[in-house]
Each structure stands twice: as C-alpha cells, then as structure tokens.
C-alpha cells in the first residue's frame, strides 16, 4: 500500500526544536516534490516548506525562513523538516504531501498523489 507517514511531533517549550519526519512507502519516492503544510486551530491551512526530489530545490514559508530546514534521503524514502527556534505560533498539525511541482509560495500542488495522517507540534510559551 502507498503511503506518507508523518512521525517526529511532540511538545516543546518555545526557542526550542523537533524534527519531523516524513516516510514513504509503496511508490517510487524520487519522482515527487514533498510539500509540508500545517493546519491549525481556527486558522487557515498554511504551506510551511516543499522540496523537489529530482533537482533538490527547496522552498520556504517567509514565516519560517531561517528557522525550519527541508532536507531528504532517497536512500530511506524519507524527508526531514528541522524546526529550530520554535514558537507557540508554530503550535499545529503538520502534514506531508507528494505531489509534482512546488510553487515558490508554498501553495497546494495542482495534484497530490499522497498525504499522511499528520503529526502535531505543539509550543508551549
């Protein structure tokens, strides 16, 4: 079966980091962009960051520019977002998503392929 898990969530006081973690299974990984995007509570769904697997190119939310890192091994069908210096704003539910091409803000790929069932991140202040 095809799938994205997501795993790496948990709570954290605020300045500090997580790791999320995004594992695929059941597709050919390489062939995709991964975006990550999260949803919280009474706010809207907001594109965090999104990196291509054919070329590497990785993009960023200006909100968390300079505080969250993208990064991927294709030898584990894995992609990390690094959280640094975290806020009670970042407080969420994140998510992972394949899809084809990234779009430098971050929007919904015209296609999503798969999704995960997503990870909460909580900041306390």
């Known amino acids: 079966e095809a799938q994205l898990v997501e795993s790496g969530g948990g709570l954290v006081q605020a300045g500090g980091s997580l790791r999320l973690s995004c594992a695929a299974s059941?597709?050919?990984?390489?062939?995709?962009?991964i975006r990550w995007f999260r949803q919280a509570p009474g706010k809207e769904r907001e594109g965090v960051s999104c990196i291509s697997l054919n070329d590497g190119s990785k993009y960023y939310a200006d909100s968390v520019k300079g505080r969250f890192t993208i990064s991927s091994d294709n030898a584990k069908n894995t992609v990390y977002l690094q959280m640094n210096s975290l806020k009670p704003d970042d407080t969420a539910v994140y998510y992972c998503e394949a899809g084809y091409f990234c779009l430098i803000n971050i929007g919904p790929f015209e296609r999503t392929d798969y999704w995960g069932q997503g990870t909460q991140v909580t900041v306390s202040s």
């Open positions: 059941g597709f050919r990984f390489g062939g995709y962009a």
